[in-house]
């Protein structure tokens, strides 16, 4: 196997790593910041990848993914335990919103961060720098994909638990009711729309955001990650 090929490979493992087990300690962070010592005392809020890997959404969906050439790559953490009611006492609606899309709000900081690196590293020579240029843009990828995905409006997805709080916020009983009745079919849902050509449309809103990063950094980053799918 050619080094570059093994260094893309390692690159875009770390980049994911680093994007869902930020994500789900970010949750825990937000939590936290409204009295909620779940994720705390469960060590959760650790930068240890062990206690947050989660076999299907780390390893199984991300492996599948690339063994098929998907075309982009993403996957989830163990979940970070939270007490929803501690968050609602403590920040109401708009907290249990704040901790619903702490996860999201990192992904997209993080892509916007690797994308602005990026020009840096321009000129890059020699491995190491091919490496880091590989896990930045892997970085910016794998985050955005990662941060549209969770604000699908399905269960149990976070965009689902933000809309949720917030029709809560608007006193509007009767939506709270039906995300509750559809809740337990949201998994069955999220499948279906992976597994047929309908997920194209829902990741469209990936391409206007590399579109916006790039005009932002000033690299072509549609042409960039399309060049690291082919390694």
Do not use: C
């Not at 962070?29 to 990848?49: F, Q, V």
């Not at 933000?162 to 709270?176: D, I, N, S």
Request: charged share 10%.
């Amino acid at each position: 196997m050619e080094v570059i090929k093994i260094l893309n490979i390692i690159a875009m493992v770390l980049s994911l790593a680093v994007a869902i087990i930020g994500h789900e300690i970010m949750h825990g962070l937000a939590a936290y910041r409204y009295g909620d010592l779940t994720a705390k005392l469960a060590g959760r809020l650790s930068i240890n990848p062990i206690v947050h890997i989660d076999p299907i959404g780390t390893i199984i969906v991300p492996a599948l993914l690339y063994i098929s050439n998907a075309g982009f790559l993403f996957g989830w953490a163990k979940p970070v335990p939270v007490n929803m009611e501690i968050i609602l006492r403590n920040g109401g609606e708009k907290g249990a919103i704040v901790v619903s899309l702490a996860g999201v709000a990192y992904n997209f900081f993080l892509a916007t961060i690797a994308a602005l690196i990026l020009p840096f590293l321009d000129q890059a020579n020699g491995y190491l720098g091919s490496f880091f240029i590989l896990f930045l843009a892997h970085t910016v990828l794998i985050n955005v994909v990662l941060g549209v995905f969770n604000l699908w409006p399905i269960p149990p997805l976070d965009g689902a638990n933000a809309v949720m709080f917030f029709a809560k916020w608007l006193k509007q009983e009767w939506f709270v009711e039906l995300y509750h009745k559809i809740y337990p079919y949201g998994m069955i849902v999220l499948i279906l729309i992976l597994a047929t050509p309908i997920s194209s449309y829902f990741f469209m809103p990936v391409y206007y955001i590399l579109i916006w990063l790039s005009n932002l950094s000033g690299i072509d980053l549609l042409s960039l990650t399309a060049q690291i799918e082919r390694i």
